[in-house]
């Protein structure tokens, strides 16, 4: 199984950027998802949660800027960022809750949680 995020991107203050974040592989399925951040000097820090059922949580800092969403029958998940702040700057991550099953059963095979490559978000004043 593999994540691969994408749309991150420079952006002026108070613009918007949409990031994308899809699972590809075979025989799996996936359960919290989330978004991280990395500032530079900084640790990886949690943006925002959504759970299969379309739960969701935010950090105080994005609350009411930003919005996560999925498509389960996509295996995606996006966040709507907007009225971006140059403190937004930041390699963005995704993370999912993901099991494996034995190939052609509901087996379960493993259950880890997967990273996708970052994508940089750059909010310039």
């Known amino acids: 199984v593999q994540l691969q995020a994408y749309g991150g991107g420079l952006v002026q203050v108070g613009g918007s950027l949409r990031l994308s974040c899809a699972a590809s592989g075979s025989s799996f399925s996936i359960n919290d998802m989330g978004w991280y951040r990395q500032a530079p000097g900084k640790e990886r820090e949690l943006v925002s949660i959504?759970?299969?059922?379309?739960?969701?949580n935010y950090a105080d800092s994005v609350k009411g800027r930003f919005t996560i969403s999925r498509d389960n029958s996509k295996n995606t998940m996006y966040l709507q960022m907007n009225s971006l702040k140059p403190e937004d700057t930041a390699v963005y991550y995704c993370?999912?809750?993901?099991?494996?099953?034995?190939?052609?059963?509901?087996?379960?095979?493993?259950?880890?949680?997967?990273w996708g490559k970052g994508t940089q978000v750059t909010v310039s004043s």
């Open positions: 993370n999912a809750a993901v099991i494996t099953y034995y190939s052609g059963t509901s087996y379960v095979r493993t259950r880890d949680s997967y």
């Open positions: 959504i759970t299969t059922g379309g739960g969701t």
